[in-house]
């Protein structure tokens, strides 16, 4: 290979170097399920919190009845959530709702808008409420029903 290839393919490689290093990179963090800080509730199962957010349960069983908040589809934290909880996108969630409503079984959760502290505010009009947000969000506002690891 001749010098001017050696300058070349050096000068591609740190070309792509850069250009992958100025990428946003968004590590993965811990998900909170969250509710009021007043609720009943005080903890929740993995398997819980898919059969809630999957509208397979709507009344716990200490007879609760629960309102969901989700977070909007553009948050990168609802695709994370979903992968976690169900082995799930996007996509694969958008198809569950549209059977559950065509069969008249329930409603998808509630969008709320603004991130995590929407879904904070939220929480807090809403006593049974429950949503996700990033773990280090989390603050006196809400309680913590399940840690789900990155």
């Known amino acids: 290979m001749g010098l001017s290839m050696k300058r070349f393919v050096t000068a591609l490689a740190l070309g792509f170097l850069i250009l992958f290093a100025s990428l946003p990179c968004q590590a993965k963090?811990?998900?909170?399920?969250?509710t009021n800080r007043n609720?009943?509730?005080?903890?929740?199962?993995?398997?819980?919190?898919?059969?809630i957010f999957l509208s397979n349960e709507n009344i716990l069983p200490n007879g609760v009845r629960i309102t969901l908040a989700d977070q909007e589809k553009t948050q990168?934290?609802?695709l994370e959530f979903y992968e976690?909880?169900?082995?799930?996108?996007l996509k694969d969630v958008s198809r569950h709702w549209a059977k559950i409503i065509f069969?008249?079984?329930g409603m998808p959760p509630e969008q709320v808008d603004g991130g995590d502290e929407g879904v904070k505010s939220w929480i807090k009009s809403n006593p049974?409420?429950?949503?996700y947000i990033h773990a280090d969000s989390v603050d006196g506002s809400v309680k913590v029903l399940l840690k789900i690891a990155p």
């Open 29 to 34: 963090t811990a998900i909170a399920v969250v």
């Open 39 to 51: 609720s009943r509730l005080t903890a929740l199962t993995t398997a819980q919190v898919k059969a």
């Open 76 to 78: 990168s934290i609802k």
């Open 84 to 89: 976690a909880i169900a082995q799930m996108d």
């Open 103 to 105: 069969t008249g079984r």
């Open 128 to 131: 049974n409420g429950i949503g």
